[in-house]
């Protein structure tokens, strides 16, 4: 694993709800800590993009299509699909 520091960060307990949520829809995929890790990283691509059209970031596209995936292959309104 590469080196890393301990930071603590305030945020709001609704910021805090809405990450355990979407790590929640994720499933085992991702804990809290990696969600923040990733969601740091992806900030930082944006803002160190060069063009005129600001990419989605991909950890964003990742979790989004896993959820949906999740969504739409595991439901019982999936209809077996996935399976």
Same mark, same amino acid.
């Given at each position: 694993?590469? +080196? %890393? +520091?301990?930071?603590?960060? /305030?945020?709001? $307990? #609704?910021?805090? @709800? &809405? !990450? +355990? *949520?979407?790590?929640? #829809?994720?499933? $085992?995929?991702?804990?809290?800590? &990696?969600?923040?890790? &990733?969601?740091? %990283?992806?900030?930082? @691509?944006? !803002?160190?993009? @060069? *063009? @005129? ?10 979790? /989004?299509?896993?959820? #949906? ?8 309104? *999936? +209809? *077996?699909?996935?399976?």
């Amino acid at each position: 694993m590469a +080196k %890393g +520091k301990t930071i603590t960060i /305030r945020v709001p $307990e #609704d910021t805090v @709800e &809405q !990450i +355990k *949520g979407v790590c929640s #829809d994720l499933g $085992e995929s991702y804990n809290f800590n &990696q969600f923040v890790n &990733q969601s740091l %990283g992806a900030i930082l @691509e944006v !803002i160190r993009h @060069e *063009g @005129e059209e600001i990419p989605v970031p991909r950890f964003a596209m990742m979790a /989004r299509l896993m959820r #949906d995936y999740e969504l739409t292959h595991f439901s019982e309104n *999936g +209809k *077996g699909k996935g399976t």
